[in-house]
């Protein structure tokens, strides 16, 4: 069986697809991050909760900042990247729910009174948002560099708030010589799927 998706659209989304860590110094322009999300803003959720938020590092002073809180290793791609985004999920998306579910207002209410409530379903619907978001950046001919490891306390003290709760950083941009490694292994179908 075919895709729908032609060969070309199949490789830059998947096969030639990787994460980058090194970049031209090509400008990413708002442009191109409001077409990226124009495109992934219908991602799946549960409730169309959407509970993902963007903040776009663009200022030398700002991406110093964040530079202070990523690990060492992921210092330098940060530090040089066309642009980094901090992808974070909102903790009060329920506050949305009425105008995003008029149809069932009342889910605000009486699936996300409580915070460990909310926090659980922006974490994973957030985590979703952000694999359609790096398949975004994909689909504008950008690579993405997404990364966890930085210090998500102190990303969240200088750049959130206590109800923002950072998912990953990502540096964003045309991939430069020698980007990426080697594509790794992957598990077989067989190794993946079961059918009961």
Request: charged share 20%; aromatic share 8%.
């Given at each position: 069986m075919?895709?729908?998706?032609?060969?070309?659209?199949q490789?830059?989304?998947?096969?030639?697809?990787?994460?980058?860590?090194?970049f031209?110094?090509e400008?990413v322009?708002?442009?191109q991050?409001?077409?990226?999300?124009?495109?992934?803003?219908?991602?799946p959720?549960a409730?169309?909760?959407?509970?993902?938020?963007?903040?776009?590092?663009r200022?030398e002073?700002a991406?110093?900042?964040?530079?202070?809180?990523?690990?060492?290793g992921n210092?330098?791609k940060?530090?040089?990247?066309p642009?980094v985004?901090?992808?974070?999920?909102?903790?009060?998306?329920h506050?949305?729910?009425?105008?995003?579910?008029?149809?069932?207002p009342?889910?605000?209410d009486?699936?996300?009174s409580?915070?460990p409530?909310?926090?659980?379903?922006?974490?994973l619907?957030g985590?979703?948002?952000?694999?359609?978001?790096?398949?975004?950046v994909?689909?504008?001919?950008?690579?993405?560099?997404p990364?966890?490891?930085?210090?998500?306390?102190g990303?969240?003290?200088?750049?959130?708030?206590?109800?923002?709760?950072?998912?990953?950083?990502i540096?964003?941009?045309?991939?430069?010589?020698?980007?990426?490694h080697?594509?790794?292994?992957r598990?077989?179908?067989?190794?993946?799927v079961t059918?009961?």
């Amino acid at each position: 069986m075919t895709l729908a998706l032609d060969a070309a659209a199949q490789d830059l989304l998947f096969r030639a697809a990787h994460t980058a860590n090194a970049f031209t110094d090509e400008p990413v322009s708002d442009e191109q991050v409001q077409a990226i999300y124009d495109l992934v803003k219908y991602a799946p959720t549960a409730f169309n909760s959407t509970p993902l938020r963007v903040v776009l590092v663009r200022s030398e002073e700002a991406r110093e900042r964040l530079v202070s809180h990523m690990a060492e290793g992921n210092r330098p791609k940060t530090r040089t990247a066309p642009l980094v985004a901090i992808l974070a999920t909102d903790n009060e998306f329920h506050e949305e729910l009425p105008h995003l579910m008029p149809h069932f207002p009342q889910a605000k209410d009486l699936f996300f009174s409580e915070r460990p409530a909310r926090e659980g379903s922006a974490a994973l619907n957030g985590a979703l948002q952000a694999g359609y978001f790096i398949l975004g950046v994909r689909a504008a001919g950008l690579a993405a560099g997404p990364m966890t490891g930085f210090d998500f306390a102190g990303v969240q003290k200088e750049f959130l708030d206590d109800d923002h709760t950072p998912l990953m950083v990502i540096n964003i941009g045309k991939p430069g010589v020698d980007a990426s490694h080697p594509r790794s292994p992957r598990l077989a179908y067989d190794q993946v799927v079961t059918t009961v």
